[in-house]
Each structure stands twice: as structure tokens, then as C-alpha cells.
T-cell receptor, first 108, second 115 residues
Framework: LAKTTQPISMDSYEGQEVNITCSHN???????ITWYQQFPSQGPRFIIQ???TKVTNEVASLFIPADRKSSTLSLPRVSLSDTAVYYC?????????FGKGTKLSVKP | GAVVSQHPSRVICKSGTSVKIECRSL??????MFWYRQFPKQSLMLMAT?????????EQGVEKDKFLINHASLTLSTLTVTSAHPEDSSFYIC???????????FGPGTRLLVL
């Protein structure tokens, strides 16, 4: 299973765009890249998933370079409520191993 | 979007008793469900993978006789913590993967406190 590396923490201010990069050098051909958001005492919430290039939905964008060894989650115009832990996971058939995640703190 | 529920959301029990936690996929069928445990300020740790109609696959270090998993239907998996002890106190989270999908959807979690 591919291991991921993310920054432990990031700080931002309301209204800014936040980009969180995840490294996954050993990603396998069948692996997808999935990002989750977790608030304290809640289960992770699905944000976005992609295989290659760029994926965009109503809450975020996911950028994946051609070699797929990294990915970047982009959150446009964050608000205080986006303060949470963000996890990057790679895997297929649902076999996901959680790393430590990135604790994003959004300040007013 | 896909919704996964867990019941109960919180349980307090005495040491030595057994506790059952239910995980349901509400609007999709899930051939595979997963059980995780999360201690304070730590990441989620996969405990076991549950496949409908077959025995669960446990991660190394997880006692299968202590954490009984049943996945009797495509929408329900249960985790029973047998003879619970204070060290089993944790946040238990389930997830479900759509039968034909790659995405895992998580339940809201169950907080277990063993006194």
C-alpha cells in the first residue's frame, strides 16, 4: 500500500486559497487518490477523488501531475469552518491506510 | 451523496460487558465495509475489513475473538467488542465502499467508554 507524506500543519486566513500537497512516490497503477476532511469526534468526510490530471467539484480541486507521485488539494476561499484535519490517501478497492494528516487552522 | 450511519453514537459500559456497534449504508449497497479505531489526537487505524457473506480480515495485532465482526447483508455490518476493558475505550468508525466503486464513505463514529 502506498505511503503518503503531508505537512503536519498549515495556517491560513479566511478568504485565502489553501493548497495542501501530498507525496505518494510508491503509488500503484490501480490506486486512486482520495482526500478526506475530519472534524473532532466525527468520521472523515469525503472531499474529492481523482486518478490523474485535474478534478474539480463544488468544494475543492485536486491536481495530479502526470507521474502521479504527488497530488495537491486546493480549497478556494477558506472559512473558519474549514479548520480541520485533512487526510490524503491512495489505494484501490477501498484499502486505505491513514497517515497523520494535515491540521489546517483558519484564522479570522 | 452516499450516507453511512452508525449506532449508537456514544456508549458507556462496565468492564467485562460486550458492546455491539452497527454500521449501515443507507442509500447504497456495500460489499465491503471497514472498521477503524481512533485514539485521541491520533489518526485512524484500520482494524478489519468486512466482506458481505464471508469472514472478516483482521489487521495485525487486532484480536478477532475480541472484536467480532458480522456482515450479514449488503447494507449492515456489526462490530461487537467482547469483554470490554478500559483500554478498549476509543472512537470506532466504520466505512463502506460501494459495490462497484472506489470511494469509501465513513460513518459518524461511535464513542466507547469502558469504566
Amino acid at each position: 500500500l502506498a505511503k503518503t507524506t503531508q505537512p503536519i500543519s498549515m495556517d491560513s486566513y479566511e478568504g485565502q486559497e489553501v493548497n495542501i500537497t501530498c507525496s505518494h512516490n510508491n503509488i500503484a497503477t490501480n490506486d486512486y487518490i482520495t482526500w478526506y476532511q475530519q472534524f473532532p469526534s466525527q468520521g472523515p468526510r469525503f472531499i474529492i477523488q481523482g486518478y490523474k490530471t485535474k478534478v474539480t467539484n463544488e468544494v475543492a480541486s485536486l491536481f495530479i501531475p502526470a507521474d502521479r507521485k504527488s497530488s495537491t488539494l486546493s480549497l478556494p476561499r477558506v472559512s473558519l469552518s474549514d479548520t480541520a484535519v485533512y487526510y490524503c490517501l491512495v489505494g484501490s478497492q477501498g484499502n486505505l491506510i491513514f497517515g497523520k494528516g494535515t491540521k489546517l487552522s483558519v484564522k479570522p | 451523496g452516499a450516507v453511512v450511519s452508525q449506532h449508537p453514537s456514544r456508549v458507556i459500559c462496565k468492564s467485562g460487558t460486550s458492546v455491539k456497534i452497527e454500521c449501515r449504508s443507507l442509500d447504497f449497497q456495500a460489499t465491503t465495509m471497514f472498521w477503524y479505531r481512533q485514539f485521541p489526537k491520533q489518526s485512524l487505524m484500520l482494524m478489519a475489513t468486512s466482506n458481505e457473506g464471508s469472514k472478516a480480515t483482521y489487521e495485525q495485532g487486532v484480536e478477532k475473538d475480541k472484536f467480532l465482526i458480522n456482515h450479514a447483508s449488503l447494507t449492515l455490518s456489526t462490530l461487537t467488542v467482547t469483554s470490554a476493558h478500559p483500554e478498549d475505550s476509543s472512537f470506532y468508525i466504520c466505512s463502506a465502499r460501494e459495490t462497484r466503486g472506489e470511494t469509501q464513505y465513513f460513518g459518524p463514529g461511535t464513542r466507547l467508554l469502558v469504566l
